[in-house]
């Protein structure tokens, strides 16, 4: 059983930069593929980026491309998401995921998550 815990959330102005924790235990950590989700109030749940389990490889949603960056740390089994020029509408609920399979990450059905971490950017 994977227990993932985010961290790293907080109330930034818009414009602010953020970077946001996943320490990961329970697994073998390197055989996972991760990924970044988020829920805004009112709205469902989704995608952010993920990154193969080499670490190599990534995926972005157009919505932060260019200013997100998801990166994985197989030897400290940690997983980071670094936003930059943040805006209002990033305010959401950031929650870390984690599957055997990169694809299954992107399409929203990773078997582990965490339990969030609150990002609020204000105007």
């Known amino acids: 059983q994977v227990r993932l815990v985010e961290s790293g959330g907080g109330l930034v102005q818009a414009g602010d930069s953020l970077r946001l924790s996943c320490a990961a235990s329970g697994g073998t950590f390197s055989t996972y593929a991760m990924g970044w989700f988020r829920q805004a109030p009112g709205k469902e749940r989704e995608f952010v980026a993920s990154?193969?389990?080499?670490?190599?490889?990534?995926y972005y949603a157009e919505f932060v491309k260019g200013r997100f960056t998801i990166s994985k740390d197989n030897g400290k089994s940690m997983v980071y998401l670094q936003m930059n020029s943040l805006k209002p509408e990033d305010t959401a609920v950031y929650y870390c995921a984690a599957d055997g399979r990169e694809t299954v990450v992107r399409r929203g059905s990773p078997k582990y998550w965490g339990q969030g971490t609150q990002v609020t950017v204000s105007s």
């Open positions: 990154v193969s389990w080499t670490g190599s490889i990534t």
